[in-house]
């Protein structure tokens, strides 16, 4: 049974940077889509980005495109969310989910870790 953990939540400044981290126990990370998602306070839990399982190929929704940048270990064992100039709106719980692929509709995460905070605010 894949069990997923995340670190690296905070609270950070406006245009701050924060990583992201997400291991995983009981499986390895190789052969999963590995996703990021954030649920804002009092709003639905929305995929943020997502890097394919064997090219290694990365999208991000259009609102951190620029400033977020996935990416894994060569040895496959973490996933990293790498989060710079962050605003306000990046504000929430980010959870760190894996997939057959990275099409959130066709194939909704099976696995989940219990997500770490992160806080924009001056």
């Known amino acids: 049974q894949l069990q997923l953990v995340e670190s690296g939540g905070g609270s950070v400044q406006p245009g701050g940077s924060l990583r992201l981290s997400c291991s995983a126990s009981g499986a390895t990370l190789a052969y999963f889509a590995i996703s990021w998602f954030r649920q804002a306070p009092g709003k639905e839990r929305k995929g943020v980005s997502c890097?394919?399982?064997?090219?290694?190929?990365?999208n991000y929704v259009d609102s951190v495109k620029d400033r977020f940048t996935i990416s894994r270990t060569n040895d496959k064992t973490t996933v990293f969310l790498r989060m710079n100039s962050l605003q306000s709106e990046d504000t929430g719980v980010y959870y760190c989910?894996?997939?057959?692929?990275?099409?959130?509709?066709?194939?909704?995460?099976?696995?989940w870790g219990q997500g770490t905070q992160v806080t924009v605010s001056s």
């Open positions: 890097i394919s399982p064997s090219i290694d190929s990365a």
């Open positions: 989910a894996a997939a057959q692929h990275c099409d959130w509709d066709r194939w909704p995460p099976d696995y």
